[in-house]
C-alpha cells in the first residue's frame, strides 16, 4: 500500500510559480512512473504529464507545455511539478499518482488527496 499526500498548493498571482510535492510513504515509488493530474470545478479531471521511473523521461500536455516541469527525488520518495507564468486558468486541485506517465487515468492506482492552487488575475 502506498500513500501519497500531496503539498505546496496555495493562491499565487497570474504570472508566478509554485512548486507542489508529492511525497509518497507506505512503499517506495522509485520504481514506479508518476503522473501528475488537476480537476477544476465543474471539469473532468485533466492530465498534465508524467515522469518515469528514472526520472529520464516526461512527458507534458500541451496546455503546460514550456511552463510546467515534472521531476523526482527518488533518495526522498518524492516527486515534483514546478509550475512557471502560471495563468487563471490553471486554477484546479492537482493530484499525484502512481502507476503511469501517460493521461489514461485507467493506468493508475495511488492517488494523492490533492491540493488546490488558485491563481489570481
Known amino acids: 500500500q502506498v500513500q501519497l499526500v500531496n503539498s505546496g498548493g496555495g493562491l499565487v498571482q497570474a504570472g508566478g510559480s509554485l512548486r507542489l510535492s508529492c511525497a509518497a510513504s507506505?512503499?517506495?515509488?522509485?520504481?514506479?512512473?508518476v503522473g501528475w493530474f488537476r480537476q477544476a470545478p465543474g471539469k473532468e479531471r485533466e492530465f498534465v504529464g508524467g515522469i518515469n521511473w528514472s526520472g529520464t523521461t516526461t512527458n507534458y500536455a500541451g496546455s503546460v507545455k514550456g511552463r510546467f516541469t515534472i521531476s523526482r527525488d527518488n533518495a526522498k520518495n518524492t516527486v515534483y511539478l514546478q509550475m512557471n507564468s502560471l495563468k487563471v486558468e490553471d486554477t484546479a486541485v492537482y493530484y499525484c499518482?502512481?502507476?503511469?506517465?501517460?493521461?489514461?487515468?485507467?493506468?493508475?492506482?495511488?492517488w494523492g488527496q490533492g491540493t488546490q492552487v488558485t491563481v489570481s488575475s
Open positions: 499518482a502512481t502507476g503511469s506517465m501517460w493521461s489514461d487515468l485507467r493506468a493508475y492506482d495511488y
Open positions: 507506505g512503499r517506495t515509488i522509485s520504481n514506479y512512473a
